[in-house]
């Protein structure tokens, strides 16, 4: 089958000789010519034909044919192989000749068309390889491997322009010949100009030495002779920007051409929209890193140590900034900035005291609070604005390239983190923008972690204070209560005179006596009861009880003050009863400050209204009393702890400030709730609510 159809060129390429013989002897029959020229230059078009069409062979076959045809048919004697006269014989082979070299000039060109296609779709197939990578050093890798399958070279030099030193340095090289192998071309750079690599890059266009060796601008490593070779130079360049050089170089002079150049010309123009993308890539990948790093600055943990924030915060720069050198200085309390932390891949290890240098004070740091001031620093050695003891660490420490970020806190300079590296860098607006937005941020954590630290410090003290003053009341309530029931015992005894007759000049000694100590007593069953809530040692007697109960016996308490002051007390008591799960102590202790404070801060005789009721399913107790009233803006803070209101009118008002905040501790653990409506100047109404004790089954 194979085999038929490589004849098939054969058998067309003789069929258009048969034709175009049997035409051409149509037409010398009919009108007389019987000249060989005529037809052979027909002929000779017709090979070059089936040369273009059906290449070498089926051509060469086909000048037998017709040389065999026309020796028959057009040469006399006309119908027999056989030659009249020399001059025939000279045309058949000359016609021959001719024929043999349009087939070769066809070939030729035609080899030359098939491998430019062929170039053309490996160049198609290569593109999207080079543009796919991402990273800028991958990209690099493919072009190499990508330019062999289209040019044949001997050695492939790929240069990078590096922004630092301004040059052209030398990123990959494939020798694929010993002539190229053994030099070290890696010694060389290029800065603009220099070189056929340099003046490429420097006039932005490509360059073809068809003979390196003969070439002035070539230029060779040290020690190196020249080679009989043809280079190339291709720029990568993409909007005005400068990423490398491609170079290729074959042996021989005259072994690359403009079609090479030109295949070069397209992959360096991809490989450098290549290049722009990755970096493009790599500028957003940086971005994301940066925010996902200020994420993580914002999370501070406070149960780690300082030292090991600062160590992370400083890592954190230092792998972001791919910095070989950093430290970390802080502000102090003594004012003085300190290394609080030491980083990067060449930090040398157990020297960490040595080489970071004493503390530093706000003059030593005052020319980075120069908003101008930029902080990178090309070259420390030389740079003017760097002070001494930064110069001088910079320069022990071999560094040729520095970043100092402060750390801002609004108007505070709180620290300053140095970024060092020991080959020289250079750094875009944007790189620079990101890493002072990251110390924006670290400046930020640190600060708010050190005022946190400082508030739990505080918290803490404050806290023991508390627990000590906690149990001082305990401990006083419990100390004083003893001997008060002892005096009040014997006050009564003598009043009620079971301990003999007293003067009556005494009677109100006596009298007065008892009423400072009843006072004294439930003052001092506050503290202990405040006491216990807050310790809660002691848990509530829970019990069904009727509420009218628990305010009939404090009415009946308050009634003596009430008296004293010439005021009255309205009740209001349902008739059913008020039924409650409570403690009825606790719950007595809240009614008597509330009946309490009404007569407290009645300045005339007080009017105490009080009532209790159940609504569904609720018991409401209100205490109104037409006092002084208390002032809105106190009334927020009424049921704080310790709170009294600043009124210059209270200020006699004897009071610890612990009465109604007993009132919503007993009637919030009984779930309830306490509330207070009040007016200045015409009294107040607190009203407790309290939910009614399902009835007993
Ligand atoms: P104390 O009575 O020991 O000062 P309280 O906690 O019972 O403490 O009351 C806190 C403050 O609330 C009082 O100092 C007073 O200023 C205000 N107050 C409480 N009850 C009344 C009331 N019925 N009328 C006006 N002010 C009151």
């Given at each position: 089958m194979l085999g038929v159809r490589r004849l098939l060129p054969y058998l067309y390429a003789v069929i258009a000789v048969?034709?175009?013989?049997?035409?051409?002897?149509?037409?010398?029959?009919?009108?007389?010519?019987?000249?060989?020229?005529?037809?052979?230059?027909?002929?000779?078009?017709?090979?070059?034909?089936?040369?273009?069409?059906?290449?070498?062979?089926?051509?060469?076959?086909?000048?037998?044919?017709?040389?065999?045809?026309?020796?028959?048919?057009?040469?006399?004697?006309?119908?027999?192989?056989?030659?009249?006269?020399?001059?025939?014989?000279?045309?058949?082979?000359?016609?021959?000749?001719?024929?043999?070299?349009?087939?070769?000039?066809?070939?030729?060109?035609?080899?030359?068309?098939?491998?430019?296609?062929?170039?053309?779709?490996?160049?198609?197939?290569?593109?999207?390889?080079?543009l796919q990578s991402l990273d800028a050093e991958a990209t690099l890798e493919t072009v190499a491997d990508a330019t062999l399958t289209v040019i044949d070279y001997q050695h492939l030099r790929l240069y990078r322009w590096d922004e630092a030193s301004e040059r052209l340095v030398l990123f990959k090289s494939i020798a694929r010949s010993p002539a190229y192998a053994a030099i070290d071309w890696h010694s060389m750079t290029f800065a603009l100009g220099e070189g056929i690599t340099g003046l490429a890059a420097k006039s932005r266009t490509p360059l073809l030495v068809p003979d390196a060796s003969r070439d002035p601008r070539m230029i060779y490593p040290p020690g190196t002779q020249p080679i009989a070779e043809s280079v190339l130079s291709v720029p990568m360049v993409t909007s005005d920007r400068l990423f490398g050089v491609l170079t290729l170089a074959r042996l021989g002079a005259g072994s690359l051409q403009v079609d090479d150049l030109r295949l070069m010309e397209a992959i360096a123009a991809q490989t450098a929209l290549a290049l722009a993308n990755a970096e493009a890539y790599s500028e957003a990948e940086q971005t994301i890193k940066a925010l996902a790093m200020i994420e993580s600055l914002k999370a501070g943990d406070t149960s780690q140590p300082d030292s090991e924030v600062d160590r992370s915060i400083l890592q954190g720069l230092t792998d972001f900034s791919q910095a070989d050198l950093a430290t970390l200085r802080l502000l102090g309390e003594d004012d003085l900035y300190r290394v609080v932390a030491t980083g990067g891949a060449k930090w040398p290890e157990g020297s960490k005291s040595a080489a970071t240098g004493g503390p530093l004070t706000g003059a030593d740091l005052a020319w980075l609070t120069d908003p101008r001031v930029n902080v990178y620093v090309g070259d420390p050695r030389s740079d003017g604005k760097l002070p001494e003891w930064a110069r001088r660490g910079t320069e022990r420490a071999g560094v040729k390239a520095s970043i100092f970020l402060p750390l801002w806190v609004g108007q505070r300079l709180t620290g300053v983190v140095g970024l060092h590296w020991r080959r020289p860098r250079w750094f875009r607006g944007e790189q620079l923008g990101r890493l002072q937005l990251l110390a924006a941020q670290a400046a930020i954590s640190l600060d708010t972690r050190r005022a946190l630290e400082h508030e739990r410090r505080r918290a803490e003290a404050l806290g023991q204070l508390e627990r000590a003053r906690r149990e001082f009341m305990q401990i006083a309530s419990h100390e004083l209560r003893t001997p008060l029931t002892v005096i009040r015992g014997y006050a009564s005894m003598l009043e009620e005179g079971s301990l003999g007759e007293i003067p009556p000049s005494a009677r109100q000694a006596l009298k007065t006596l008892l009423d400072k100590s009843t006072e004294m007593r439930v003052q001092v069953e506050r503290m202990l009861l405040l006491a216990r809530l807050e310790d809660g040692a002691v848990p509530p007697q829970m019990a069904r009880l009727d509420l009218r109960t628990v305010l009939h016996d404090a009415l009946e308490r308050v009634q003596p003050q009430v008296a004293l002051k010439q005021g009255e007390?309205?009740?209001?008591?349902?008739?059913?009863?008020?039924?409650?799960?409570?403690?009825?102590?606790?719950?007595?202790?809240?009614?008597?400050?509330?009946?309490?404070?009404?007569?407290?801060?009645?300045?005339?005789?007080?009017?105490?209204?009080?009532?209790?009721?159940r609504t569904d399913g609720q018991i409401t107790v209100v205490v109104r009393d037409h006092g002084i009233g208390i002032p809105p803006e106190a009334r927020k803070r009424l049921f704080e702890k310790f709170y009294r209101v600043n009124d210059p009118g209270v200020q006699n008002v004897a009071g610890t400030g612990i009465g109604l905040y007993l009132v919503r501790q007993v009637v919030e653990s009984h779930g309830g709730r306490v509330n207070v409506e009040s007016e200045p100047g015409a009294g107040s109404s607190f009203k407790i609510e309290l939910p009614a004790a399902p009835r007993p089954s």
């Open positions: 048969v034709l175009v013989s049997g035409a051409l002897g149509l037409i010398a029959w009919l009108l007389h010519i019987n000249r060989i020229e005529t037809y052979w230059a027909i002929f000779v078009i017709v090979i070059g034909a089936i040369a273009w069409r059906y290449g070498r062979g089926p051509a060469i076959f086909s000048v037998a044919v017709a040389a065999i045809l026309s020796e028959y048919y057009f040469i006399p004697p006309w119908g027999a192989f056989e030659f009249a006269t020399v001059s025939e014989t000279v045309r058949l082979i000359s016609g021959i000749i001719i024929s043999l070299t349009v087939i070769q000039f066809v070939s030729i060109s035609r080899a030359h068309e098939v491998l430019t296609e062929k170039r053309k779709d490996l160049l198609q197939d290569v593109s999207p390889r080079i007390v309205n009740v209001a008591l349902a008739d059913e009863p008020l039924p409650v799960i409570g403690d009825s102590e606790r719950l007595a202790t809240a009614v008597d400050n509330l009946l309490q404070n009404a007569v407290k801060f009645s300045t005339g005789p007080p009017q105490i209204d009080v009532s209790g009721q």
